[in-house]
């Protein structure tokens, strides 16, 4: 993965845990396996693999969305991930299907913002 992707991951990764931190009072990774299933390494495991699936838009330089990705990417693996189980035959299928409509679905934020600039623009010209 480049390094703005593993950035990206890393600041990711701090707001699942903050956030774990602060809706489930997890302190420690025997607590983290309690509530997710899987320790700190496989969690930045499975965080890698999420925005190793995001579109490279997401990381190109005039990024006005960059923050609000990153907390809906954070947000939406937490509902994800507390309803998976890391062990489950089925998790690496899941996980799979997770990442390629969490990847449509930022492209399609993308999508919309970009013609809702467009319009913008038109409007001011």
């Not at 950035?7 to 699942?16: G, L, P, S, T, Y």
Request: hydrophobic residues 40%; proline residues 2%.
């Amino acid at each position: 993965m480049d390094a703005k992707r593993v950035k990206f991951a890393n600041d990711v990764m701090h707001i699942v845990l903050n956030l774990s931190e602060m809706v489930f009072n997890i302190k420690n990774d025997d607590q983290l396996k309690g509530v997710f299933g899987v320790n700190q390494e496989q969690l930045e495991t499975v965080i890698s693999k999420i925005i190793a699936g995001l579109p490279e838009r997401v990381f190109e330089k005039n990024r006005h969305l960059e923050d609000e990705i990153k907390n809906i990417c954070a947000r939406e693996f937490i509902f994800f991930q507390v309803q998976e189980r890391w062990n489950s035959p089925q998790y690496q299928e899941d996980l799979s299907n997770f990442i390629h409509i969490f990847s449509r679905d930022i492209q399609q934020k993308f999508d919309v913002n970009k013609e809702k600039y467009k319009s913008t623009q038109m409007k001011e010209e």
